[in-house]
């Protein structure tokens, strides 16, 4: 098992507007994607604007472990030297995945159609998140699994060689299950077919396709063609527009800010959390859109705006389904009732998502009304937060609940303390020192 790291409680106060420039760090989806994609082409790859968290991290090194050369050099750039499709090694110890389901499930996908025996473990978050939505398309294609109950880490697999192409209906809208689909079909003879019929995040087909796989998009199918070699790629990761999404709310909730988040990822699958807020009455301008390696990129500049709640319309779940906690923050400054339904998928992320935030903004001074597939917020019209008190909210091992608990303590009468922040590294390692650079008032607390 994955050893924990000690607790960092951490408390955060208001301390006006928020003014200045930020850079968040690299996308984690194309991070994750980046690594593995170029950890399997033929020759030496470049990446730029890598994502340097620990779920990365933990990409990086079982790919290492499976056979590939991934380097950093000092100026920050990462050198990928692969091992071919189908060349993937071994490994000799067990892929501690950490808090990382994108790692485990995508890597799950890449084991299946190799000749190889993997462990896969995780961190106490991980080990309750449920892996039958990949185990169930890749045993289809032949791989083997040993589980722990309820199908969860730690896990053993055995993958087959040559692995059986299948045709598969997403049973739920995951980019994660059909790039794992994706990736084992890449060593797969014969052509795997996944159909989606609510569109997720287009990372693994956009890239794929860039580092010169066999694969189609028709309409809501997406096929692959195995054994085709991949060749090494330059790669400029744009900025996580899930990192941008705890500024975009910071700026638009305390009074005054404004705030210019630079070089952000505006791949339409991913948008989800802009569009919401523009609905809520958000000051959000989208400044010098280009296009850098494929994918829309442009700085938003965001200034505070007095919000309004909304019914928040269910089709945009996929596209802003990590950004929920924070819009959730957002709700709770607004003028009126936000109802959010139909996105059951947050009761398996890092947390319950909708049962950490109904219980951790309720600490805070907010009122709000749990369902089973959303929640439903009062919001308090722009009146600061009434803050934590003595007691701490719990970031049960989730990074995006300890980062959405931070921002809403950038608009509260008492500071909201935070039982531990640091999960925080997982995702964006930088954030703390941005907050403070921008103006919020951060301090660590004894544990
Ligand atoms: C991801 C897909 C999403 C998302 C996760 C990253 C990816 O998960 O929540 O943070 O990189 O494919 P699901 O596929 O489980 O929705």
Redesign the pocket.
């Known amino acids: 098992m994955h050893a924990p790291l000690s607790p960092r409680p951490l408390s955060i106060a208001a301390a006006g507007p928020l003014k200045g420039e930020v850079t968040v760090p690299g996308d984690?989806?194309i991070s994750?994607?980046s690594l593995m994609f170029a950890g399997l082409a033929i020759g030496t790859s470049r990446i730029r604007g890598l994502l340097e968290g620990e779920d990365v991290l933990a990409t990086a090194a079982a790919m290492r472990a499976m056979g590939a050369t991934i380097e950093r050099r000092e100026d920050g750039e990462w050198r990928v030297a692969g091992v071919g499709v189908g060349g993937l090694l071994q490994p000799n110890t067990a892929l501690d995945m950490g808090n990382s389901?994108?790692s485990t499930?995508?890597l799950m996908g890449l084991v299946a159609s190799h000749p190889i025996t993997a462990t896969f473990t995780g961190d106490a978050s991980l080990s309750k998140r449920p892996m039958a939505r990949v185990i169930e398309p890749l045993s289809r294609m032949g791989a083997d699994f040993t589980a722990s109950p309820g199908d969860r880490l730690p896990l053993t697999m055995r993958g087959l060689c040559p692995a059986v192409p299948i045709e598969y209906e997403l049973p739920?809208?995951?980019?994660?299950?059909?790039?794992a689909v994706l990736l084992a079909g890449l060593n797969t003879p014969g052509i795997t077919r996944v159909i989606e019929r609510v569109p997720?995040?287009d990372?693994?087909e956009r890239m794929l396709r860039g580092f010169g796989a066999d694969l189609n998009v028709e309409g809501e199918v997406v096929s692959i063609r195995g054994e085709a070699e991949l060749r090494a790629q330059d790669i400029d990761v744009p900025g996580d527009p899930?990192s941008a999404g705890f500024w975009m709310v910071a700026a638009s909730i305390v009074p005054g800010s404004d705030v210019t988040i630079r070089n952000v990822l505006m791949n339409p699958t991913r948008t989800g959390l802009i569009a919401a807020l523009r609905l809520m009455g958000a000051s959000i301008e989208a400044l010098g859109t280009r296009d850098v390696g494929g994918e829309a990129v442009a700085d938003l500049r965001v200034r505070h705006a007095p919000l309004s709640a909304i019914e928040v319309p269910p089709d945009l779940a996929?596209s802003m389904?990590?950004e929920y906690p924070v819009l959730f923050v957002a709700a709770a400054f607004a003028k009126g009732h936000t109802v959010a339904r139909g996105a059951h998928?947050l009761r398996?992320?890092e947390s319950d998502r909708i049962a950490a935030m109904a219980a951790a903004l309720g600490l805070a001074g907010v009122r709000v009304e749990e369902h089973e597939d959303g929640l439903s917020i009062e919001g308090r019209d722009g009146e600061p937060l009434v803050g934590t008190g003595g007691a701490r909210v719990a970031s049960l091992l989730d990074h995006r609940i300890a980062m959405a608990m931070a921002v809403a303590g950038m608009h509260a009468a008492r500071p909201v303390a935070i039982d531990d922040a640091a999960p925080i590294a997982t995702s964006y390692p930088g954030f703390i020192a941005t907050a403070q650079a921008l103006g919020a008032q951060p301090t660590w607390l004894d544990a």
């Not at 739920?172 to 790039?179: C, G, I, L, P």
């Open positions: 984690k989806s994750h994607r389901g994108t499930r995508l739920v809208a995951s980019a994660q299950v059909k790039s997720t995040r990372h693994s899930s996929p389904i990590d998928e398996v992320k």
